[in-house]
Every structure is written in C-alpha cells, then in structure tokens.
C-alpha cells in the first residue's frame, strides 16, 4: 500500500455517512477538506473531540473548510453517540461522520498504525486543498485529544501561504508578521510588500501579513 504524502492527491472513496452517501470528491466541491479519524464510538476523548469540532463549525466555514470524522463503528452506533455528543457537551454535531466498519477508508489513508492498536484507526488529520491536494497530515496517539486551534491556526497558515509570497515563523497566529520566502529578491519587495519590511538577516526577512487590514 502507498503511502500518502504531502502534495498527494487524496484518494477519493464513496462511503455512508451520519448525513448520507458521500462522494468524497464531490462533496468538497470548491470547498478546502478535513478529514479526521477517531478509534472508536462511546470513547471519551473522542466524545470531545467531535463536541468541540461541533463548536468550531462556523470558524471552520469562515475559512471555506467542510470537516468529515470518521472511524471503524457503524452507522447505527454513530447515530447513537450523535445523542451522547449532544447531551454531554451542550452541542449539536453538524458535520458528517462516516461509518468505516469495512475499513476500506482507513486502509486508503493507513489511519490504522498495528503497532499502536491493530483493530482501530490513531487519530488522524488531513487537510486538503480545493484542489483536492494533501496539504497537512497530523497523527496523534488515541490518549491524546487534538488541539482544534492549532488546526485552525495551520489552516490560516495554508491559505494564506498558498496565494502569497511568504512563509509563516514559530507560533505564528492571523494578523502577525510573515517571513518573505528567500525566492523574493530585495527588489522584488516593494511592489509585493507595500507596507515594507525588515531585514533581520539577507535569509531572514519580516513583513506585516499582507491580506491582514
């Protein structure tokens, strides 16, 4: 089995889903993706994460992001868990969780790690551009609940990074200065970053976000 990298296109599969079949592909349009996996329903960590996810829908839709869970439990079993998710984190989960039982999308995207638990998929993360492109891939350990601001804040990165000239430092959140890729010359600075810059180092060069107000 090939294994995904960044830059891959990400396999398209059709599987149920808590709101229906989906298409892979066609379901995110024009959108960007997130794809993660949780290792099993009725878990505790996962109950928060998938309530917190819940939470953030509206940050995820300001930046063009459909999100989609996953794991190997069936589509009654989610349904079920749906109600707990509910109840125990004041939420309404609003995004599509997809029933793996034949794990045939686990296996696409090798979210199951043997040598960490051979039946249930680790708590994968892939984010994937409009054109359908892995741009980011986390994995973390079942014990371990995702930190969803640092989603958001990598997303801000990609998109941002995608149309502009410029890389993203150490901690960097939305609004805060970028460094100037080393491929833009001295010259080239002025008609790109039109609210200047300072040259900390010839390689290590800060601008103000240019898409910020």
Same mark, same amino acid.
């Given at each position: 089995?090939? !294994?995904?990298? &960044? ?7 059709? #599987?149920?889903?808590?709101? %229906? ?6 379901? &995110? %349009?024009? !959108?960007?993706?997130?794809?993660? +996996? ?11 994460? &998938?309530? $917190?996810? #819940?939470?953030?829908? !509206? ?14 439990? %069936? ?11 509910? /109840? ?8 599509? =969780? =997809? ?6 999308? +686990?296996?696409?995207?090798?979210? =199951? ?15 994937? #551009?409009?054109?359908? $492109?892995?741009?980011?891939? =986390?994995?973390?350990?079942? +014990? ?25 430092? #150490? ?19 002025? /008609?790109?970053?039109?609210? %200047? ?17």
């Amino acid at each position: 089995m090939k !294994s995904i990298r &960044l830059g891959d296109v990400a396999p398209d599969f059709t #599987a149920k889903s808590t709101e %229906g079949e989906i298409n892979f592909h066609d379901w &995110l %349009g024009d !959108s960007w993706g997130v794809l993660f +996996s949780h290792p099993a329903d009725y878990t505790p960590v996962c109950t928060t994460e &998938l309530g $917190t996810v #819940a939470k953030y829908k !509206s940050e995820f839709e300001k930046r063009n992001v459909k999100v989609v869970a996953l794991s190997v439990d %069936g589509l009654e079993s989610h349904q079920g868990w749906v109600k707990d998710i509910n /109840e125990t984190q004041n939420t309404t989960v609003n995004f599509p =969780i =997809i029933a793996d039982e034949d794990r045939k999308v +686990s296996v696409l995207y090798d979210m =199951i790690h043997p040598n960490a638990d051979s039946q249930h998929t680790v708590r994968s993360v892939f984010v994937i #551009a409009p054109d359908k $492109t892995v741009k980011l891939m =986390i994995t973390y350990p079942a +014990s371990t609940g995702r930190n969803f601001d640092e989603l958001l804040r990598v997303i801000d990165s990609l998109q941002l990074t995608m149309y502009q000239k410029v890389a993203t430092p #150490a901690n960097w959140v939305s609004g805060e200065d970028c460094v100037i890729v080393p491929a833009v010359t001295n010259e080239e600075i002025p /008609e790109l970053f039109p609210k %200047g810059y300072t040259e900390l180092k010839p390689y290590l060069r800060m601008t103000p976000q240019p898409d910020a107000n």
